[in-house]
């Protein structure tokens, strides 16, 4: 029958969660994962996936995709360092420097991978880490791995770095010293405050590194965060995915060819870890030439974006303080956040609630995520179901 002790511990652990609205459950879409999905043969306007620009279903990926499957196989085959890497991989590479204005880029599975690589390749056990409270999952991963101190400042707070990071220099404890942000905040929407922290990290001496999961592709007419303050020659260490914006699988880092060439003999995801599929390489690759022909689809994605916002604030509920297409409702209580989804479900909205651990207790909401690929009519079906069900729940009056 298996641990009892197991058993034991889970049956507790799942009933805690159910009891307090914290558990989360999975619907599986019946069809891609476009601005309306299938689930369960009910159709809805999907506000909660990353396919920023809609590029998970283009007709060119898909091409392309296919292509380099039918070229190099559905599989790599081995890790990178062995015979892994495929010229696909080196291509896509040298476009995602271009892209990111960088000297080189190394691409890896996912974008939590890069973060378990990159950080822990350059940081370790002698070193300090000054991490934005609100830094993702994956970047909070990646700091306990390197062994180095962690040192949370406030969010968004330049004061609180400045301050902690003087500190940190001052007490002669660390070799070196790193600052990491994500580049846009995925539950708030808000943008890091690169200007500042560069000239703290100039000041200090501290290795300046940027998650762009949510910035590329968005921001910048999409080549991030950096480019958007015009910062791309003063970061260090540019993370991004390619399974948001991009709309495929994968991440990667670029920066000097110093670093990348660092992070190919010691991140441990790119040494142990088998390569990106072909296939996914490819159509990776496509994604990056449609962004670099017009900014046509990031143009759509901030008109959606803005028009959500601002009908959602009309109506009066509170979408904090997002600087980005992401637009997220603050509900507050878990339990009624989850009940506002499933409302919004049977209007057919798909937009998820999100709760502790994700965000903090007490500011659960329900994240939006207008896209390229959404019409004026399906938005404007969105928000006439915020405003039956937001009423309804006395969320709004």
Known sequence: MGSKALQKFLDENLNDLKSKGLYNEINPLQGPNGPIIKINGKKLVNLSSNNYLGLATNPRLIQADIEATKKYGVGAGAVRTINGTLEIHEELERKLAKFKHTEAAIAFQSGFNCNMGAISAVM????????????????????RLSGAKIIRFNHADMNDLRAKAKEAKESGLYEKIMVITDGVFSMDGDIAKLPEIVKIAEEFDLITYVDDAHGSGVLGKGAGTTSYYGLSDKIDFQIGTLSKAIGVVGGYVAGSKDLIDWLKVRARPFLFSTSLTPGSAGACIEAINILSESTELNDKLWENGNYLKKQLKNLGFNIGNSQTPITPCIIGDETKAQQFSKELYNEGVYAKSIVFPTVPLGTARVRNMPTAAHTKEMLDTAIAAYEKVGKKLGIIK
Do not use: T
Request: charged letters at 25%; a negative charge; one cysteine or more.
């Open 124 to 143: 370790n056990k002698k070193d300090a880490i000054l991490s934005d409270a609100l830094n993702h999952a994956s970047i909070i991963d990646g700091c």
